[in-house]
């Protein structure tokens, strides 16, 4: 619709954003096609299956937004990372997985993914991932968190400055409790929470609970 026509009816239609869909299995293809076309904010302009279609639906269709499984049918969502990285080629990229491993995230995170989202995960949960991801967020599926709380045991450095209260704090942050839940869980006010979540960030300079889990991990792993 032009934008006259805008001016004269009052309603004007959003374009969809194209996005592509990697993964191996065609049925989990139209599974995500599906989903995400549902509320026509998105529209699917290409599918892949193996890497090599991957790179050339990106430089091709030059998609907003690539979904890509962690199973290619030749290879892995992590090559694939690694091969657009090289390629310098720039889409905001969500890998989709079954299962995965801390490291494989750092990993996938490190060679530029900007989400890790689970295969079972709601549709809206990935609805969400992608429009946080698309308005330059980074997002990990809240259930991950947990499998970063071992930092908190295990860490050193700035780690070794927090409080026992702060290490209880974060420990409950990286099992994707809000801060009303954790004033629960520990007996204080929800304000006396927000208060020592601000003085963790400033500890360890991060600024938000994704940049916590990443921090707690991070140096761990190489490219």
């Not at 889409?91 to 295969?119: F, N």
């Not at 949960?125 to 709380?149: C, H, N, P, Q, Y």
């Not at 601000?198 to 140096?219: F, M, N, P, Q, W």
Request: with cysteine; glycine share 8%.
């Amino acid at each position: 619709m032009s934008q006259n026509a805008c001016a004269v009816s009052g309603v004007c239609e959003q374009a969809a954003l194209p996005i592509a869909v990697a993964d191996h299995h065609p049925h989990f293809r139209a599974g995500v096609r599906l989903a995400v076309e549902k509320l026509g904010h998105y529209a699917v302009i290409c599918e892949a299956a193996d890497l090599s279609s991957v790179i050339d639906c990106v430089l091709r269709e030059r998609p907003r937004l690539l979904l890509l499984a962690f199973k290619l049918s030749d290879g892995s969502g992590i090559e694939a990372l690694r091969r657009l990285r090289d390629l310098s080629v720039r889409v905001p990229v969500i890998l989709l997985a079954t299962s995965i491993e801390r490291a494989q995230v750092m990993l996938a995170l490190q060679l530029g993914a900007r989400g890790v989202v689970l295969k079972d995960a709601a549709p809206d949960v990935l609805l969400k991932a992608m429009d946080a991801v698309l308005r330059g967020e980074l997002w990990i599926s809240r259930s991950m968190f947990a499998d970063f709380a071992d930092c908190v045991v295990n860490g050193g450095g700035p780690l070794l400055a927090l409080t026992a209260r702060e290490r209880q704090i974060i420990d409950c942050i990286l099992a994707g409790k809000m801060n009303r839940e954790i004033g629960q869980q520990l007996g204080i006010a929800e304000d006396t929470v927000k208060r020592h979540v601000t003085h963790i960030y400033d500890k360890l300079g991060v600024s938000s609970r994704l940049e916590l889990a990443l921090y707690c991990s991070s140096g761990k792993f190489s490219v």
